[in-house]
């Protein structure tokens, strides 16, 4: 199956301000995400797309393929259903969506979230990763629990399942998962997610993947090790991340 591999970046994020343009070791976020995506080989072609110049502008001085999509999408998967109905790319057979500020994106889990799709598991596929203690209590931590053949029965802001009674603490663990913002579509299931009306679920949640999953389609989740860097959200992610890559890749001169 045709991988292609879409990265949307919308440059208006409100909590870190021009968010793709910020400098990542050096290199604009949008950059290094993609440069991530791209060392994977996974996926035929590599796009990034966008609502802004500035941010194709980058890429394309990067040596990559940027897509500049309409500005009124509300959602990075109606972003990347635009770019998958373009003449140029509608010979891929999987849609692959990562986030644009994942710069640390780890391959297992972009790995498995494909393959929940090509193993025909799930016309949708994610990935997660174990929840600490701490995160399963943060809103901006989003779960997912599964039934026995790995798809998502429901993802919440909420710690799920309620602990009743904390004697069953450890097989509670063992059932919640940390959902990760990769997903792999089918190109049916992309088209179909998009065409979908807001559900309910999705506006009190804020959590678009309960448009697809409450109209009965079907996500599959794949299992992942936890990473040291997640997304980049804000000012304090980014000084992270800086200190991250720092550590990975700088070159220090002997002392």
């Not at 989003?142 to 909420?158: E, I, M, T």
């Amino acid at each position: 199956m045709r991988v292609l591999a879409i990265i949307p970046a919308r440059r208006g994020a409100t909590r870190l301000h021009d968010k793709p343009l910020r400098l990542l070791g050096g290199q604009p976020l949008i950059v290094r995400v993609w440069e991530r995506v791209s060392s994977m080989a996974i996926a035929d072609s590599v796009v990034v797309a966008t609502d802004d110049a500035a941010v194709a502008d980058v890429i394309c001085a990067a040596g990559g393929t940027a897509v500049l999509t309409r500005p009124d999408h509300p959602s990075g998967t109606d972003r990347v259903a635009e770019v998958a109905r373009r003449p140029e790319f509608i010979n891929a057979d999987v849609l692959l969506n990562v986030q644009g500020d994942e710069p640390f994106i780890d391959e297992a889990a972009v790995r498995g979230a494909i393959a929940v799709v090509t193993s025909g598991l799930a016309p949708i596929g994610t990935a997660a990763v174990p929840v600490s203690a701490i995160a399963l209590g943060t809103p901006d931590c989003v779960k997912v629990v599964c039934d026995d053949a790995g798809r998502a029965l429901y993802f919440s802001r909420a710690p799920i399942p309620f602990l009743r009674d904390v004697a069953d603490g450890a097989v509670r663990d063992t059932l919640v998962r940390q959902h990760l913002g990769i997903y792999a579509y089918s190109r049916e299931a992309l088209q179909q997610w998009v065409s979908l009306p807001v559900h309910p679920l999705e506006q009190v949640e804020r959590l678009e993947q309960l448009r697809p999953l409450a109209a009965g389609l079907r996500i599959g989740v794949a299992t992942a090790a936890p990473v040291e860097m997640g997304g980049i959200d804000t000012e304090a992610d980014l000084a992270r991340a800086n200190a991250h890559w720092e550590s990975i890749y700088a070159v220090r001169s002997p002392a």
